[in-house]
C-alpha cells in the first residue's frame, strides 16, 4: 500500500470504529446495567490499533465480532475492575492484596484485542474506559510476561 492508500484507509477505518463502537459501548451499558452492577466500562481505541488493523490485515469486522461478544461476560470485566489499581510507588504495594492486573485481553483464542484502563481521577469512580491498544490474530499465542486476565468469548 503506498503512503495515500494508508491514509485513505486510515481515515475510513477511523469513522467505521467511531460508529461501530458508539452501537458496542451502549450494548454494554445496557449490559452493565442488566448485570445489577453500578460500576459501568465502556471501550475506546487508539490510533495505535487502527495502525495494527491496517498492517496485520485484520478484518475490522472480526475485532467488531469480539467486541459485540463482550457484552455477555460484563460480570467478568466487572470483577476486574473493580480489583485495586497498582500503587505507583513500590513501597505501597502489599504483598497481601491482589491488585487489578495491567492489562486485559479479551480473545477467542485467535485473535487478540489488548487494552489497559483509563486512570481514574477520583477513588470512587464507577465509570471506566477501557482502551484498546493491540490487535493481533495468533492462535498459537501462549500468556505473556505482562500482568494480564484474559477473557475468552
Not at 126 to 132: D, P
Not at 142 to 152: A, F, L, N, R
Request: with cysteine; hydrophobic share 35%; glycine share 4%.
Amino acid at each position: 500500500m503506498s503512503n495515500a492508500e494508508i491514509h485513505i484507509r486510515r481515515t475510513k477505518l477511523r469513522r467505521i470504529f467511531s460508529t461501530e463502537f458508539d452501537k458496542i459501548n451502549l450494548s454494554l451499558k445496557q449490559a452493565c446495567k442488566a448485570a445489577g452492577s453500578d460500576i459501568t466500562f465502556h471501550i475506546k481505541y487508539s490510533s495505535h490499533l487502527l495502525d495494527r488493523a491496517i498492517q496485520r490485515e485484520i478484518d475490522e469486522e472480526y475485532v467488531f465480532d469480539l467486541f459485540r461478544r463482550l457484552s455477555g461476560k460484563v460480570s467478568e470485566v466487572i470483577k476486574f475492575l473493580e480489583l485495586p489499581e497498582y500503587p505507583e510507588i513500590d513501597e505501597q504495594i502489599d504483598p497481601n492484596k491482589v491488585y487489578r492486573p495491567l492489562r486485559l485481553e479479551l480473545t477467542d483464542g485467535n485473535l487478540w484485542l489488548g487494552m489497559t484502563v483509563n486512570k481514574n481521577t477520583h477513588d470512587n469512580c464507577k465509570n471506566f474506559g477501557l482502551r484498546c491498544r493491540m490487535a493481533f490474530v495468533n492462535n498459537k499465542r501462549i500468556k505473556g510476561k505482562i500482568s494480564t486476565q484474559e477473557i475468552y468469548v
